[in-house]
């Protein structure tokens, strides 16, 4: 069944670095456009990036244009999310699924941004 396990999140310092992965499988990963999503406690799961299947087109929100990139390696069947200059708004869990994609959510990783 398809299935995600996104790892890399942890408790940084304001201004500090983390790279997330998104491992997928059970379907065929470079033919699906991907996106990363964040929830922060209290609030509603918010779209962060997405990626196209090959890689070649991007989007951001507002919020973490310049900061964050996303990227792809679909021999891996992995996705990452780069995060620099990390700021405590930035504090969520992290979950990936497919775009547009009612997939189920996999467990997330927690970011936690504070000094």
């Known amino acids: 069944q398809v299935q995600f396990v996104e790892s890399g999140g942890a408790l940084v310092q304001p201004g500090g670095s983390l790279r997330l992965s998104c491992a997928a499988s059970g379907f065929t990963f470079r033919a699906y456009g991907m996106s990363w999503y964040r929830q922060a406690s209290g609030k509603e799961r918010e779209l962060v990036a997405g990626?196209?299947?090959?890689?070649?087109?991007?989007n951001y929100v507002d919020s973490v244009k310049g900061r964050f990139t996303i990227s792809r390696d679909n021999a891996k069947n992995t996705m990452y999310l780069q995060m620099n200059s990390l700021a405590p708004e930035d504090t969520a869990v992290y979950y990936c699924k497919r775009t547009r994609i009612n997939d189920v959510w996999g467990q997330g990783t927690q970011v936690t941004v504070s000094s």
């Open positions: 990626i196209s299947n090959n890689g070649g087109a991007t």
